[in-house]
Nanobody, 125 residues
């Protein structure tokens, strides 16, 4: 059974930085996708960034490109999300997700099979 565990959420002032981490048990040999999503109450879950565990290709939502960086460790079992220049609109619960190499839309929640429990990020002055 796959298990994803997030850490690193918290509160920060606008313009600040936070780093989220997601550790994953191995879901398969070979390559797969890991991604970060976020959700605020009353809104749909939104894809933030994804990375292909294999060749480290990345994709970002337009709203975070240039501010957030997704990366994997050498073992491919931990994925981080470095969030800089945070804005109040980045406030959400952030979720880590994992899915197979066949994923077509890398920022669509329904494509992913495994999810973490979520970690809260609050950006406020």
């Amino acid at each position: 059974q796959v298990h994803l565990a997030e850490s690193g959420g918290g509160s920060v002032q606008p313009g600040g930085s936070l780093r989220l981490s997601c550790s994953a048990s191995r879901i398969a040999t070979g390559s797969f996708y890991m991604a970060w999503f976020r959700q605020v109450p009353g809104k749909e879950r939104e894809g933030v960034a994804a990375i292909f565990i294999g060749d480290r290709r990345t994709i970002y939502h337009d709203s975070v490109r240039g501010r957030f960086t997704i990366a994997q460790d050498d073992a491919g079992s931990t994925v981080s999300l470095q969030m800089n220049s945070l804005r109040p609109e980045d406030t959400a619960t952030y979720y880590c997700a994992a899915g197979g190499s066949w994923i077509r839309n890398k920022l669509r929640p329904s494509e992913y099979s495994y999810w973490g429990q979520g970690t809260q990020v609050t950006v406020s002055s």
